[in-house]
């Protein structure tokens, strides 16, 4: 029977609290109030014991990217874009999707800058928590979001040159060790392949 493999496109999500102009109430909020309204903390206690003992009376964090992750068993490629379209659009102009072309202050951009460097410090910190098949890390310094059902799937890629379609062959092929391709350039959408 063949292992069972994930693929988890943008999923990790940052607990950070939204640029204090924007109006937007944050993620984590959006998160807690579905966790709360669907019993968030069955189906958590269900699937991540670990994490709902990691994280006494705050289950929804058992739902949220950057808590959830370091307790996945399977193996998997999760691609992390540093400056994610989607969660930068809400967090910073409270925009209801992905803006094509933001354009921030001075201020806004130090948010995005700080937003980028966490997200590129957090996601090699995986796998962490648990024993893990493969983990697999793809984290471009681009600003993007859920590109893999489009051309850049194939196209962009990490400075070293890896996309996302060269980090899905290496998941099929069953590594036994976590890898990584993480831009470690810094200021927003540095990464020499986006």
């Not at 991540?48 to 929804?60: D, F, L, N």
């Not at 959830?68 to 967090?91: C, E, N």
């Not at 890629?157 to 998941?171: E, F, I, K, V, Y």
Request: glycine share 8%; net charge negative.
């Amino acid at each position: 029977m063949p292992l069972p493999l994930g693929f988890l496109d943008s999923n990790y999500y940052l607990d950070v609290d939204p640029f204090p102009a924007s109006g937007f109430s944050g993620f984590q909020q959006q998160t807690q109030l579905i966790s709360d309204s669907m019993n968030g903390s069955s189906l958590a206690a269900a699937s991540s014991p670990a994490c709902v003992a990691a994280y006494p009376g705050q289950t929804w964090k058992c739902s949220y990217g950057q808590y959830r992750m370091p307790f996945i068993k399977t193996s998997y490629l999760m691609v992390a874009a540093q400056y994610d379209g989607w969660q930068l659009s809400h967090d910073v102009h409270d925009y209801q999707g992905i803006e094509a072309d933001p354009v921030y202050t001075e201020d806004e951009l130090d948010y995005v800058n700080s937003f980028g460097a966490a997200t590129q410090a957090l996601v090699q910190t995986l796998p962490s928590a648990v024993e893990t098949g493969s983990a697999l890390v793809f984290s471009p310094a681009c600003y993007s979001h859920h590109v893999s059902e489009t051309p850049n799937f194939w196209n962009a890629s990490t400075s070293d040159g890896t996309s996302q379609a060269g980090a899905m062959a290496t998941l099929l092929s069953l590594p036994e060790a976590a890898q990584y391709w993480v831009d470690d350039c810094v200021g927003y959408a540095c990464g020499s392949g986006c």
